[in-house]
């Protein structure tokens, strides 16, 4: 069974950075991907980031490129993710999330209501002056 314990969220000011942490228990071979999503209270979730388990390929969603670098430590078992330049539409719960069947582009552009095989408790992330 994969569980998911994220950590690192906060309060930045714009231009600021933080890194968010997901510590995994199991194997990355019971999920195909495992990445970040965001959700801001009323609105849609989002896609943010993600690692592809056979392969280590990255994606990011185009409002976040350039600007947060997602990566895996294997000894470890944790995913990060290093977000850099925040802006204040940043702010969000970010939720550490892995799938059995999405992967790459598949993660980043999620079906609406779709429901992660394995998902953790989200952390806030607060992005103001």
Not at 11 to 24: E, F, N, T, W, Y
Not at 66 to 75: N, Q, V
Not at 104 to 120: K, Q, R, T, V
């Amino acid at each position: 069974q994969v569980q998911l314990v994220e950590s690192g969220g906060g309060l930045v000011q714009p231009g600021g950075s933080l890194r968010l942490s997901c510590a995994v228990t199991g194997s990355p071979s019971e999920y195909k991907s495992i990445g970040w999503i965001r959700q801001v209270s009323g609105k849609e979730r989002e896609g943010v980031s993600c690692i592809n388990s056979n392969d280590g390929s990255t994606y990011y969603a185009d409002s976040v490129k350039g600007r947060f670098t997602i990566s895996r430590d294997s000894a470890e078992n944790t995913v990060y993710l290093q977000m850099d330049t925040l802006k204040p539409e940043d702010t969000a719960v970010y939720y550490c999330a892995a799938d059995r069947t999405l992967f790459g582009l598949g993660y980043i552009d999620l079906p609406a209501d779709y429901e992660y095989d394995y998902s953790g408790q989200g952390t806030q992330v607060t992005v103001s002056s």
